[in-house]
């Protein structure tokens, strides 16, 4: 099942492009305005974060596996800078570039050993001390998803034709281990997106030498 990049290309052709200003960022703004090192939005659909990033006068790179959404995004702000990849190939990006990678949503699609490997290029992107913020689908979401399948492996179903992990606290402390992360959020939060609700954890882990 390798089917990420079409189904979020028909997914962002069927919604249209209408992004929602968020400020769950608005409690990291101090490191993202660091003057050293950019700031990576990895799997950033259509712009919520890169968007409301960029009107607070901060550059960032706005990164999607699908051609459709930064189609979109660039149609409406030429100026942001975009990059289109599979992370699962890695990231393009220079060891210690980055002061922030925000990941929001996009890193419960994996099975265990990728959602490893990526953890692993996101700490190698990051500047000592740097942070990634981010965002997880919650155990607890799994009753508003319709049709999920049998378990592939603890926590992670078939759904829709493509994978989905949800985390419990457990899985937040297993995947952003001690020895390369250190934890300073971990809270689970309802939101609504595509106009469902959906229960989530946010975290922001700070890379470790």
Not at 12 to 36: K, Q, T
Not at 66 to 76: D, F, I, P, V
Not at 78 to 88: A, I, S
Not at 105 to 118: A, M, P
Request: overall charge negative.
């Amino acid at each position: 099942m390798d089917t990420l990049k079409g189904y979020w290309n028909d997914v962002y052709r069927e919604v249209g492009f209408h992004p929602d200003r968020e400020s769950w960022l608005e409690r990291y703004m101090g490191e993202m305005s660091r003057p050293e090192g950019i700031i990576v939005d990895l799997g950033c659909g259509l712009g919520n974060n890169a968007l409301y990033l960029l009107e607070h006068g901060l550059p960032v790179v706005a990164c999607d596996v699908a051609e459709e959404a930064l189609r979109q995004l660039q149609a409406y702000r030429p100026d942001l800078v975009t990059r289109c990849f599979d992370m699962r190939n890695g990231l393009p990006f220079d060891s210690g570039s980055a002061k922030v990678v925000i990941a929001d949503l996009s890193l419960h699609y994996f099975d265990e050993q990728t959602t490893f490997d990526i953890l692993a290029e996101l700490h190698r992107v990051l500047q000592e001390g740097g942070l990634l913020v981010g965002r997880v689908n919650a155990l607890q979401d799994m009753p508003n998803k319709q049709g999920i399948q049998a378990a592939v492996e603890r926590h992670l179903y078939a759904h829709e034709g493509i994978y989905r992990r949800f985390f419990d606290r457990e899985d937040i402390a297993h995947f952003w281990n001690e020895a390369k992360w250190s934890l300073e959020v971990v809270e689970e939060r309802d939101l609504i997106r595509y106009g469902s609700r959906k229960v989530l954890w946010e975290f922001a882990a700070r890379r470790r030498l």
